[in-house]
């Protein structure tokens, strides 16, 4: 028998037999204590301070790790913050915390787990529903209906590609302070009066509207005066034009996560007059943010484009610039006035991790974003609550000269005293200079081998005061110039291929329409420098995938049936590797303004690293990009430059468990 799942990566569909699929359907059956804090010299790679799947312990000692993905949200209620994920490529996972650093896994919320339940979004609904919270969620071995799009000649079912059957949860006790135990609705599939065509997946989170409810999913507004949330009214404009077009369109995700603008990071007041933002809304991986105007009235959204080289879109905040996808967001009433997000820190290590684990998977850091007004924009930084989980200060160092022929290797950071650390670095001298110079850290590094480890590299311009941010493997101790990178011949338009990373945003176009549409919009954008062309699935359009940079680890196309991509400009480009030196990246320029301090922090722990270059101003997630696992002792932290004249200051501290004893119950006491 064969049944499909979703790959993330373009949620394209993967078929595999069912005992495939029975090896991914996990159960929080523990064959011993759970242990969510390994010691580093047994499982190098396992997170301590990130959030992991659920760890079990068998009797031979070695380790049963859960595989996790996708973020769903982040939510508050009477005094505890949960943050909702994907587990096992087939059901909702579920964490709690009361301080935002120690934190406790509990049962999936919708049991029973072996029918599938992902995606989706959880709606607090404004903590005053007597019924509490409501999740609605995708899933594919629900209740079809007999249309010809979901069955096969034959009759029997098929998977609706992106087409999904969303279906409705609610708690079984609204009065239960954890949110533990959900029910799927008895009369599921949620219902669109016109017809399943009207579907989508991805819903966002609900929100009452006067006498009605809205959500947004895939660009589309969905409206219900039905308090069960059974029947939806799909509510696009003349000729389809949905409620996202002014933003760019409606495409994969777009509108899952929309909140009111978060507070500013220096207490004054939020922009203000007519045209004001007051809500932030995804229109990509969780991640990127346009500033509009939401009208309760028309239920339109109007995008800001006061700030300077705003487009006519909106304003963007890209929030993320490393490899982490598929982000979960709140704010406003849903998560304590807080703006928050989490993600899934890609790459995933597949291969042997540490004794029993072979398939590696963890979230990024929690994060939390602000309104910066010197830049008109959002920061992202980690919760400040982490700054808690500091342990022993591991260095202390200032004004360190850093010199172009070797790193600055920073004392008491080797044999595994930094698997698990806050760094901090003050990068100054870069001001007086003229031409453009690279500098940055590598971490998780090893003593004897300059190419272990994740680096962060930020490229400065001080002529035009910004600065671009990579994120690569580690650079040779010898040199900042990378091991040798592979490369790519691009043309303007290439069949049957995909550029997999980078996108900057996605627009959609009617069905039928042909790829050039796409290569005239990337030639448009200034930011673009590629793009990706392809149908979404059996009923939708046409989709365009703007790409920014394509030089970078993953950067180089790739073979993929049906899709056409292109590069802005044709010629053979640096893609198995970050160049040496890479320009910054316009789409993402880091605004220096009139500082002369660049500040880099870096939370290396065991596998993954979370940086946030100036503030915020630049966040990214890495996974280890190694292909063989990390070593106990390779902890290293060393700081490099391309150039003489650059000075750092430094500052490192060990961290803490970020987990409660035990890190699993299905009693929570909190």
Same mark, same amino acid.
């Given at each position: ?77 009477? &005094? ?27 049962? @999936? ?25 409501? *999740? ?19 009759? %029997? ?16 006790? @609204? ?40 959500? *947004? ?50 207490? #004054? ?52 610039? %490393?490899?982490? =996808? ?71 160092? #200032? ?68 600065? &671009? ?17 592979? =490369? ?49 699935? @059996? ?8 790409? &920014? ?10 073979? %993929? =049936? ?19 030196? @890479? ?49 106990? !002792?390779?902890?290293?932290? !060393?700081?490099?430059? =391309? ?8 500052? &490192? ?18």
């Amino acid at each position: 028998e064969e049944v499909r799942v979703m790959n993330s990566a373009h949620r394209t569909m993967l078929r595999l037999s069912t005992a495939a699929l029975a090896s991914l359907t996990c159960f929080h059956a523990a064959a011993g204590d759970p242990l969510a804090c390994q010691p580093n010299a047994e499982q190098p790679m396992l997170p301590t301070f990130h959030l992991i799947g659920n760890v079990t312990k068998n009797s031979d000692g070695s380790l049963k790790l859960e595989p996790i993905n996708d973020a769903s949200g982040v939510t508050y209620l009477n &005094g505890i913050y949960h943050v909702w994920h994907q587990c096992c490529q087939n059901h909702w996972d579920h964490a709690i915390s009361r301080d935002l650093i120690h934190w406790q896994r509990l049962p @999936p919320p919708i049991q029973p787990v072996t029918l599938k339940t992902w995606d989706g979004s959880i709606s607090m609904l404004g903590n005053s529903d007597p019924n509490g919270p409501v *999740i609605i969620y995708d899933a594919q071995d629900g209740k079809l209906s007999h249309d010809e799009k979901y069955h096969g000649t034959d009759g %029997a079912p098929r998977a609706p590609l992106d087409r999904p059957i969303l279906g409705v949860a609610r708690l079984d006790d @609204p009065a239960d302070k954890y949110l533990l135990k959900w029910h799927r609705e008895a009369w599921n599939p949620v219902n669109f009066t016109q017809g399943p065509s009207a579907g989508i997946a991805f819903p966002g989170p609900i929100f009452k509207n006067g006498d009605h409810y809205d959500f *947004i999913g895939q660009g589309s507004l969905f409206s219900s005066a039905d308090n069960t949330f059974r029947t939806w009214t799909r509510k696009d404009g003349p000729g389809g034009k949905n409620v996202m077009a002014p933003l760019g369109g409606g495409h994969e995700n777009s509108g899952q996560w929309m909140m009111p603008l978060p507070e500013t990071v220096d207490g #004054s007041p939020l922009p203000s007059g007519p045209t004001a933002p007051n809500v932030l809304i995804n229109t990509a991986g969780g991640n990127r943010y346009v500033f509009a105007t939401w009208d309760s009235t028309t239920e339109t959204l109007t995008p800001w484009t006061a700030p300077k080289g705003a487009p006519s879109t909106g304003q963007v905040a890209n929030l993320e610039g %490393a490899h982490a =996808s598929w982000w979960g967001a709140s704010g406003g009433s849903d998560n304590n006035g807080r703006m928050m997000m989490i993600g899934w820190a890609t790459p995933d290590f597949k291969g042997p991790a540490g004794p029993g684990i072979d398939f590696l998977t963890r979230l990024t850091l929690l994060r939390e974003a602000k309104y910066d007004p010197e830049i008109e924009n959002l920061v992202a930084t980690p919760v400040p609550e982490l700054y808690g989980l500091r342990g022993a200060s591991l260095a202390s160092a #200032s004004a360190v000269p850093l010199h172009s022929a070797a790193p600055y290797v920073v004392p008491g950071t080797d044999g595994g005293a930094a698997a698990s650390a806050d760094i901090e670095l003050n990068f100054t001298g870069w001001a007086s200079m003229t031409t453009p110079v690279t500098f940055g850290v590598c971490v998780l590094g090893s003593a004897t081998d300059g190419t272990v480890g994740i680096g962060f590299a930020v490229t400065v311009d001080p002529v035009a005061k910004t600065a &671009g941010v990579s994120a690569k493997s580690c650079p040779p101790l010898s040199s900042q110039d990378e091991a040798p990178h592979g =490369s790519a011949n691009v043309t303007r338009m290439m069949n049957n291929t995909n550029f997999p990373h980078g996108d900057i945003f996605d627009h959609e176009f009617p069905a039928g329409t042909g790829p050039t549409a796409c290569q005239a919009l990337c030639d448009q954008t200034a930011a673009c420098q590629a793009w990706t062309f392809l149908k979404r699935g @059996p009923d939708n359009g046409m989709s365009c995938c703007i790409k &920014g940079p394509i030089s970078g680890a993953d950067g180089c196309p790739v073979p %993929a =049936s049906g899709m056409w991509s292109g590069a802005k400009t044709a010629g053979t480009v640096s893609c198995g590797g970050s160049p040496p030196h @890479p320009p910054p990246p316009p789409a993402n320029a880091v605004q220096l303004l009139n500082a002369t301090t660049v500040t880099l922090r870096v939370l290396p722990d065991r596998s993954v690293a979370d940086a946030f270059v100036q503030g915020g101003r630049w966040a990214g997630t890495t996974s280890w990009l190694g292909k063989t696992a990390r070593q106990p !002792s390779a902890s290293r932290v !060393s700081v490099f430059s =391309s150039a003489d004249g650059i000075s750092v200051d430094v500052g &490192g501290w060990g961290m803490g468990c970020g987990w409660l004893t035990p890190s699993y119950t299905d009693n929570p006491t909190l």
